[in-house]
């Protein structure tokens, strides 16, 4: 059974800071990983998809690695902003299922 | 293309009650799924289906059904609704298996509450 580990849980920086978001995953059968944002209240909004072959994805000032053999990726945001606060989740595509983790809460002072 | 829809966004149920919470896309996905969230225990898959005519049971299927008649819809029906069930539900999508690609678009969500 899959399982997807996040690490921290919860992260609070000052707005400037470049930080990094840990996922970590015990089957590394996967057909990709994606990252998503989730502000209180709302939906998921997906950030990037890194599909198996691949190593790394950039989004403006979001870095999404995965090393598969490992079992790790990570979320690289540089230059944090106050609206960078919210939750973000990982999940990972494996058999036939995607498999979250429990999301890390950030939050970026002003 | 309206994506993945998601419809009631609020109910609220007495327990036993039933009903069916809707999901719809429109982008010719042949993957969908069903997933719960509760503060504490992340994202859960209820029920998933790979095509028309195939459903399978995720990690907490035990008072869900579905079906799939249509590629568009997968609706998922609470039998007789318990307040263990209170919680915010999530549809998505994807054009997986067969095509290698398997990234997910989700719905808005359905906030359920059962009293």
């Known amino acids: 059974k899959q399982e997807v580990t996040q690490i921290p849980a919860a992260l609070s920086v000052p707005e400037g800071e470049n930080l990094v978001l840990n996922c970590s995953f015990t089957?590394?059968?996967?057909?990709?990983l994606q990252w998503f944002r989730q502000d209180p209240g709302k939906g998921l909004t997906s950030l990037l998809l890194?599909?198996?072959?691949?190593r790394e994805q950039t989004s403006g000032r979001l870095n999404a690695s995965l090393d598969k053999s490992s079992g790790r990726s990570t979320l690289y945001i540089a230059a944090s902003q106050p609206g960078d606060s919210a939750t973000y989740l990982c999940?990972?595509?494996?058999?036939?299922?995607?498999?979250f983790g429990e999301g890390t809460q950030l939050t970026v002072n002003p | 293309n309206a994506g993945v829809t998601q419809t009631p966004k609020f109910q609220v149920l007495k327990t036993g009650q039933s009903m069916t919470l809707q999901c719809a896309q429109d982008?010719?996905?042949?993957?969908m799924s069903w997933y719960r969230q509760d503060p504490g225990m992340g994202l859960r898959l209820i029920h998933y289906?790979?095509?028309?005519?195939?459903?399978d049971q995720g990690e907490v299927p035990n008072g869900y059904n579905v079906s799939r008649s249509t590629t568009e819809d997968f609706p998922l029906r609470l039998l007789s609704a318990a307040p263990s069930q209170t919680s915010v539900y999530f549809c998505a999508s994807s054009y997986g298996p067969g095509t290698g690609i398997h990234e997910q678009y989700f719905g808005p969500g359905t906030r359920l509450t059962v009293t």
């Open positions: 890194i599909q198996s072959s691949q």
């Open positions: 982008m010719n996905h042949e993957y």
């Open positions: 089957d590394s059968a996967i057909y990709n």
């Open positions: 999940a990972v595509f494996s058999g036939s299922r995607l498999t």
């Open positions: 289906s790979v095509g028309a005519g195939i459903t």
